[in-house]
């Protein structure tokens, strides 16, 4: 499976972006997909996950504010971001794999495929 995520760019405070992960392989529409956010300087931290019955799981602090979909038919993860602030600036990844688990969804390690990421700015 091959990642690539897109849909970074500048935004101000309180602004919106719709981040994009394609990916290749047909069994990806049978895989969670999960979306990691990396701040400068810190550890890549997870933001939220979609299964394939598209259940969805976000970490407290996109809550209410992000979105996440998916289109199988055209292997293509969305992350709606809304209300965002200058902490959300960072680099954003997408990643999947089949070992994923409900009980370990936000943990990098279950993820064995990731794309490069796609940056995202905010100012205040």
């Known amino acids: 499976v091959q990642l690539q995520a897109s849909g970074g760019g500048f935004v101000q405070a309180g602004g919106s972006l719709r981040l994009s992960c394609a990916a290749s392989?047909?069994?990806?529409?049978?895989?969670?997909v999960g979306w990691f956010h990396q701040a400068p300087g810190k550890e890549r931290e997870f933001v939220a996950a979609i299964k394939s019955d598209r259940s969805t799981y976000y970490s407290d602090s996109v809550k209410d504010r992000f979105t996440l979909s998916r289109d199988n038919a055209k292997n293509m993860v969305y992350l709606q971001m809304n209300s965002l602030k200058p902490g959300d600036k960072g680099v954003y990844y997408c990643?999947?794999?089949?070992?994923?688990?409900?009980?370990?969804?936000?943990?990098?390690?279950?993820?064995?495929?990731w794309g490069q990421g796609t940056q995202v700015t905010v100012s205040s």
């Open positions: 990643a999947t794999g089949s070992r994923i688990i409900l009980s370990a969804i936000s943990r990098r390690d279950m993820y064995d495929y």
């Open positions: 392989g047909r069994t990806f529409r049978t895989y969670t």
